[in-house]
């Protein structure tokens, strides 16, 4: 194929532009696919299905609730932390732009 | 859903391994979808449809050619040089592979 059909793809560059690459990060993807499968984890589900650290996983949450798409609730069971996350209305739109623009690229041709 | 709870989830635990990050990485999921749908691409086009530079282009085929994934020729049409890239079988394969385990990770639950 050569340059000049480019024009032929132009869903595809919409589509590249548009994957948020705020979940796009492999860590990040799993957070949101976890919780948007789930509705709702706790701290300690996550790290153990996606194998992370602590604080690989507290960095991870940290910027997903800076950009809006959880919400972190701390509360305590007993004597013990409890933190659980859930995905807001922000971070579900998202979810979905994020795999259509994934699929879109994916599927493309 | 509680800790305990996790076992539910195995397929997801082993799609998130599977995820091959050389081919999730933005960029060379760009250069990958293109070179699978179009079975062959050139370099100004793959820079164009990506949106670019050429060095940045050039060093995610330099690694994509490393892993075995594409195969780069280089020629010449007339005085100008050109260059044509494939996707490899091993590279098709480790790209259905991807795509297979990006899916579950997405579609979990």
């Given at each position: 194929m050569?340059?000049?059909e480019t024009a032929r793809t132009?869903?595809?560059?919409?589509?590249?532009?548009?994957l948020d690459e705020t979940i796009h990060q492999k860590v990040r993807l799993g957070i949101m696919s976890t919780l948007i499968a789930l509705k709702e984890a706790d701290f300690k589900l996550l790290k153990e299905t996606l194998?992370?650290?602590?604080?690989?996983?507290?960095?991870h949450?940290?910027?997903l609730e800076e950009r809006g798409y959880i919400h972190i609730q701390?509360?305590?069971r007993g004597r013990k932390p409890h933190t659980s996350v859930t995905p807001t209305d922000t971070g579900r739109v998202a979810f979905d732009r994020y795999v259509s623009a994934l699929e879109r690229?994916?599927?493309q041709s």
């Open positions: 050569t340059t000049e132009p869903s595809f560059s919409g589509a590249f532009e548009e194998g992370l650290s602590d604080g690989n996983l507290s960095t949450l940290t910027l701390k509360s305590f690229i994916i599927k």
